[in-house]
């Protein structure tokens, strides 16, 4: 049996916090009822030092769901709380986390650079 994977850009070299004050970026509103989902998500990503700096800030990734396109944007309360996971500080040339959000039609990512730095990110939603 055939697979469809989707695959949403969501970052290219986006920088992300500033200097040493970290910061956060959401990815515009990803309408998953228009995706044949089998229940497969994974983030791609790349992370760089921007600028100077040597190493990049450690960038949490997260997804937050709503019922509806403009609607407030949640963590889930079970499960893993929206979390996709945590790359270090340094510079990450590319990993794949894998993750089960809850069933909701309207999802967005999340990302967060720390407090050391700023991270230029690069990332894809792949949903199969």
Given at each position: ?128
């Amino acid at each position: 049996m055939a697979y469809k994977v989707t695959t949403i850009p969501l970052w290219k070299k986006t920088a992300i916090g500033s200097g040493s004050a970290g910061g956060t970026s959401l990815s515009a509103p990803i309408d998953l009822r228009e995706i044949n989902r089998q229940g497969a998500f994974s983030l791609s990503y790349a992370i760089a030092a921007a600028g100077a700096a040597a190493t990049a800030a450690t960038c949490m990734f997260h997804y937050v769901l709503s019922s509806t396109v403009d609607g407030t944007y949640i963590s889930p309360i079970n499960g893993d709380g929206g979390t996709i996971g945590t790359a270090g500080t340094g510079i990450v040339a590319g990993e794949v986390r894998s993750f089960t959000p809850v069933v909701m039609p309207f999802m967005k990512v999340k990302v967060i650079a720390g407090t050391s730095g700023t991270a230029l990110v690069t990332a894809e939603l792949n949903v199969r």
